[in-house]
């Protein structure tokens, strides 16, 4: 049977072929990367079409090899030819708001700026971070929406004390509304308490999904508070909306280290520029004996920002008052009502706004 079928070439065996092949760096293979945008045959002459955006100039060039090597070997190939649509991603200071993602659909249209807070380990305190910066960059005049993408976990219902389910209107779902804040989950589209198993592809579809039906309307900034991890939805999400940027969060602690520098090295092949490093739980201030205790460890994400030469944005120490805040689902009630944690978050939205341009003349409205 295998020989008869060997000289019948057809897009599946070419398909296949081409899911051997990993995006340079990365553990996804340039199919599910959505890279692969035609492939035809012809008497034995393969045909594949390649759309592509990055700066590296290398990578094209190694996919295009590969390619060629892998699909020549097949049997009844006989010429591959590789159309190689190459092109470099746009400045995020020169935000074009009608800037239309790979596939040509619009995501996101109304939303000037988005930046994403990631992590690589869990529990570091990164949807704390992201709604904190929600919060200041509100507190600066900005429209803000808030999202999660953690179908696993989600945390900005939790962590904002909402268990309303948010409206649909036109087909779009509207988000919920926080003194003007827009805040958004995806843990919104699943029962609490059903376990779920998501595998790659749907995670990847239910993403695409979510973005597409979540009417934000108009906003200066999303803060989009990514699962941890550096596995395939992070990867969908900075592939299918054009982050500005990523702030990473981590503990000083060396697990915690480890992990996130695979996420600086993850936003860096996909060429999302890296804000900064926060330091999370960087210390814990006895208001008894004045004394501060390392629990984590001292200045590791520091360093770790000084080695991966990105900044450090800002230290935030382990207050009792947050995890009681959080529990209670008011942690900005917290971070406003603390003097010390209200500046430290002033300050890394200020940093942030510098490093991405976020200003108002940016975002003045252009109509
Ligand atoms: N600086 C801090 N001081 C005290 N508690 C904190 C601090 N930062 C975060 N926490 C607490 O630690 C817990 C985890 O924080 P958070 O939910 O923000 O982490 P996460 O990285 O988003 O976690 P996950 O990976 O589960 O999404 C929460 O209870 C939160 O209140
Ligand atoms: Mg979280």
Known sequence: MAALFSSQLTQEHILETLKT???????????????VKGVEIESGIVRIKIVLKTKDANIPQKIE?????????LSGVKEVHIDMNWTQPEQPHHHDPHARPDDGVPLLPGVRIKIAVASGKGGVGKSTVAAGLALMFQKAGHKVGLVDFDIYGPSVPTIMGISAKPLVHDQKIIPLDRNGMKLMSMGFLVDAGTPMIWRGPMVHQATEQFLRDVNWGELDV????????????????????????VVIVSTPQDL?????????????????????????????????????????????????????EVPLLGKIPLV?????????????????????LSE????????????????????????
């Open 21 to 35: 092949i990993k995006y340079p760096g990365l553990m996804r293979d340039i199919v599910s990367f959505g890279l």
């Open 65 to 73: 090899n590969e390619i060629s090597a892998a699909v020549g070997k």
């Open 222 to 245: 999303l803060i989009v508070d990514l699962p941890p991890g550096t596995g395939d939805a992070q990867m969908t999400l900075s592939q299918k909306i054009k982050l500005d940027g």
């Open 256 to 308: 915690a280290l480890i992990d996130a520098r695979k996420g600086v090295a993850m936003f860096r092949t996909l060429e999302v520029p890296i804000l900064g490093i926060v330091e999370n739980m960087s210390g814990f201030h006895c208001p008894h004996c004045g004394e501060t205790t390392y629990i984590f460890g001292r200045d590791g994400a520091a360093s770790e920002a000084e080695t991966q």
């Open 320 to 340: 009792p008052a947050l995890v009681i805040a959080s529990d209670q689902g008011d942690p900005m009630g917290a971070i406003e009502a603390d003097k010390e």
């Open 344 to 367: 430290i978050f002033t300050a890394m939205a200020n940093q942030v706004s510098k490093r991405i341009g976020l200003t108002t003349r940016t975002l003045a409205r252009q109509h």
